[in-house]
C-alpha cells in the first residue's frame, strides 16, 4: 500500500524533482559585524532578538541595541559558516556574526524548513570540502549559493517536514526528560550520600592504595603493536563507568615503563587536564587497567566498595573540584594531597553496596547506551536519519 507521501509524489511529479541551487530560489542575508566584547556587554538575558556568534555561542538583545537591518524577522537557515560546519532553523528574531549567513524564501513556493533539513541532510558533504583558514575549517558563501537542492511541490515539502518535524519533537522530549532524570539522579545521589554524615568521615588517601601510572615510549612499537592492556588517558574517562579505552599497551610495556597494571575495580580521578578548568572526570573502572601520568587510581581496601567511592566522589563533584584544585601553573591540575586528604563518609559495607544497588538503576536509565534514555534517543535519531534521507532522495528531472 503507498503512503500519502508516495501517492503525493505519483500524482504531483510524475516525472522527477528539479534541482535547483540555492542562490536562485532563496535570498541570502550578510551577518553583522558585531565584536564579542559588545556581544558580552549588549547581552541580555530573555531578551528578544538571539545573535549566533561562533561555535555553539549566543547572545540576546533588545531591537534598539541592533541596527534594525541586522535583524531578521523571516524564517530562515543560518549557515555556521566557520568551525563545526552546520546548518540551523530559526524561525524568530535573530542576528548572526559577519562569518555567517542566512538565507530565507523569496517565494510563496518553497518552505524554507524543508530547505534546512535538505541542508541539514548534507552536513558531511559541506565539512569534508571544507578548507582550513588557521586552525578552523570554514566554507565560503559561494559553496552553498551554488548548491543544488530538489524542490518538489510545495504539498510535498509541507507533507516532508510535518513528518520530519514528529521525529525532531519526539527526541527533543526524549532529551528533555533525560534532562531531568539527570538532574533528578544527581539530586538523589548527593542526598544518600550526605544523609550518611554521621557516619565515619574518611579520608580517601585511608580507604586504599592510591597509584600513579605513565606513558610507555611511543618509538618503542613492542609496547604498542597489538597491545591488549587497556590504558587510559583523560580523553577515555567520559561517563560514571569506563567501558572501554582508545589504547592499548603490551605485558612488555608494564615490565619496562612506569604504567602498572591496576586490579579490576579501581576508580579513577584526572589531575591534570585542561577540562579540569570546569570539570573532574571520575570513573569506575571493571577490569584491569594502566593509567597514564594524568591520572590517579584508587585500589581500595577491605570493607570498601569501590563503586561507592566513584559515587561519593561524583556527588561531591564541584566542592571537590574547588577545594583539590591548583590555582598556579600554566596546565590545569588537582594538588594530589588535597585529594587525598578530602573526606567522605564510610558507612558500613552493607550500607555501601545498598546506595550502590540504588544508584546504578538511576545510572543505568541516564547513562547506559545500550538501554535506557541515551538508547532510546540513539534509535530514534537513527530512524529519523533514515526517513530523511529516504524522503529527501528524489528522481531529477
Known sequence: MMSKLERMIAELCPGGVEYVELKNCLIRTK?????????????????????????????????EDMPENDIQKNPSVIV???GLIEFEYYDKPFSHKNEFWAYHSKNNDIDIKYVFYCLKKEEPYFRNIATSMGSLPQISIPVTDNYKIPIPPLPIQHEIVRILDNFTELTAEL????????????????????????SEQV???????????????????????????????SKDMVGTVLAKTQDHITPEAINNSAAKLL????????VRSGILRHTLPIVFIPFETTVNQD???????????????????????????????????????????????????????????????????????????????????????????????????????
Open 31 to 63: 551577518g553583522t559585524k558585531i565584536t564579542a566584547e559588545q556581544m558580552h556587554q549588549l547581552n541580555k538575558e530573555n531578551a528578544p532578538v538571539k545573535i549566533f556568534a561562533g561555535g555553539k555561542t549566543v547572545a540576546y538583545f533588545n531591537y
Open 80 to 82: 555556521k559558516s566557520r
Open 175 to 198: 532529551t528533555a526528560e533525560l534532562t531531568a532524570r539527570k538532574k533528578q539522579y544527581e539530586y538523589y545521589s548527593k542526598y544518600l550520600i550526605d544523609s550518611h554524615a554521621h
Open 203 to 233: 579520608k580517601l588517601g585511608e580507604l586504599g592504595k592510591w597509584a600513579g601510572g605513565g606513558t610507555p615510549s611511543t618509538q618503542n612499537r613492542d609496547f604498542w603493536d597489538n597491545g591488549t592492556i587497556p590504558w587510559v588517558t
Open 263 to 270: 586490579p579490576k575495580n579501581t576508580v579513577a580521578v584526572v
Open 295 to 397: 591520572i590517579k587510581a584508587l585500589v581500595v581496601k577491605s570493607g570498601v566498595s569501590a563503586r561507592y567511592v566513584a559515587y561519593a566522589l561524583s556527588a561531591n563533584h564541584d566542592e571537590l573540584l574547588i577545594k583539590t584544585k591548583n590555582p598556579g601553573g600554566t596546565v590545569e591540575s588537582i594538588v594530589v594531597q588535597k585529594l587525598l586528604d578530602y573526606e567522605i563518609p564510610l558507612p558500613s559495607f552493607e550500607e555501601q553496596e545498598r546506595i550502590v544497588a540504588l544508584l546504578d538503576r538511576f545510572d543505568a536509565l541516564t547513562t547506559d547506551i545500550s538501554s535506557g534514555l541515551p538508547a532510546e534517543i540513539a534509535a530514534r535519531q537513527k530512524q529519523y536519519e533514515y526517513y530523511r534521507d529516504k524522503l529527501l532522495t528524489y528522481n531529477q528531472n
